[in-house]
């Protein structure tokens, strides 16, 4: 059994990563660290958990035996300070994406986890999904050809006051959810970007974006002449989708990302017509179990920090894309692991 710490009790780990621990027989939320301990308090009596923390207090828990592993769901800048002081203490982490806000950063989130002898893991939930892993295999297996295109759109309307739109946590639309649709063209591909450009707006007299972009489009060139397309917006009517064309054939995923509803699968070619509606599996437990699985066998997790720094680099070339009007290059990357079968873990959602 491996015991978390959450750090951060915010949305993701009100809705998702604290309710998804308790379908598993392999994990189990032992702390609660918060800058708000009466609300953390209140998070804690509903779900059975014993401990709550202010964050001024960390390095007590970490000094003490309640916990093996911590989920850093803070906001973007602090996740390297809490990933790096538990990694010192031989506590194994499991961080939100991205994982970090500056390449320094999440190098020193990398070495002092590898330095200390514990798992880093990037918090990439849908590695461990049904339908992502079946979309992949499809592809892998050839049933579409080669593929050559990759587009994806992913947007909603975003409320004020919702901390994406804060500049000073790297809000935006393409550190939230386009980091989704870079992580999935990179394995539809099987390999990194080589190129990158982009174009962003700012709706002007839209107090939701003051200080943020309310969309980005992105072109990602890879190698062997192939491209890939996404659209993401944080002031746009809610889609959630992605589309891989092949030499000989297409697959659609709608809805691709999100995990509070089930994946649905189209492929067509010359010689078949398949639609699957896949079960809705939770995607936060299927990491967990995975996670945690991890550390009692001894193995090293995927997606690792590296996976994390590899979409990181891609983020900030799409940003220098975006401010200068000009393509960026980017270098190649040895060959990582990609999710697979191995990464797949399928739990049952809890009935509401």
Excluded at 20 to 31: F, G
Excluded at 269 to 275: G, L, P
Aim: aromatic content about 10%; glycine content about 6%.
């Amino acid at each position: 059994m491996i015991r978390y710490a959450v750090v951060g009790a915010g949305w993701i780990s009100q809705t998702a990563f604290i309710p998804a621990v308790s379908l598993l027989e392999n994990s189990v939320v032992t702390a609660i660290v918060s800058g708000n301990p009466e609300r953390a308090r209140q998070l804690a009596n509903k779900h059975g958990i014993e401990h709550v923390y202010p964050y001024e207090n960390f390095d007590e828990l970490l000094a003490s035996d309640l916990i093996d592993a911590v989920y850093v769901a803070v906001p973007n800048p602090f996740h390297a300070t809490y990933a790096i002081q538990a990694a010192k203490a031989g506590k194994h982490v499991l961080v939100e994406k991205p994982i970090a806000t500056s390449l320094p950063d999440a190098d020193a989130m990398i070495a002092t986890a590898h330095a200390a002898g514990v798992s880093l893991m990037t918090s990439y939930r849908l590695h461990h999904d049904v339908g992502t892993i079946a979309a992949l295999q499809a592809v892998r297996e050839g049933r579409i050809g080669q593929p050559v295109f990759m587009s994806a759109t992913f947007s909603f309307q975003s409320n004020v006051g919702n901390h994406r739109l804060d500049v000073e946590h790297w809000g935006g639309p393409l550190q939230d959810i386009g980091i989704y649709c870079i992580n999935a063209s990179r394995h539809v591909f099987e390999s990194d970007p080589i190129a990158v450009s982009a174009m962003s707006t700012r709706r002007a007299g839209d107090p939701r974006f003051a200080n943020v972009d309310d969309s980005i489009a992105v072109t990602l060139r890879f190698p062997d002449d192939r491209l890939a397309q996404f659209y993401c917006s944080f002031g746009a009517y809610p889609v959630d989708t992605y589309q891989i064309v092949g030499t000989e054939g297409v697959l659609n995923m709608d809805p691709g990302f999100r995990f509070e509803h089930s994946m649905a699968m189209s492929l067509k070619s010359r010689d078949e017509n398949e639609y699957i509606h896949f079960p809705h599996y939770d995607h936060f437990a299927g990491q967990i179990s995975y996670f945690s699985e991890c550390i009692e066998q001894g193995i090293a997790p995927q997606p690792c920090g590296e996976e994390g720094l590899a979409d990181l680099e891609i983020l900030f070339a799409i940003e220098r894309a975006a401010a200068s009007g000009l393509p960026q290059l980017l270098m190649s990357k040895k060959a990582r692991a990609r999710p697979s079968e191995a990464t797949l873990r399928t739990i049952k959602r809890a009935v509401a």
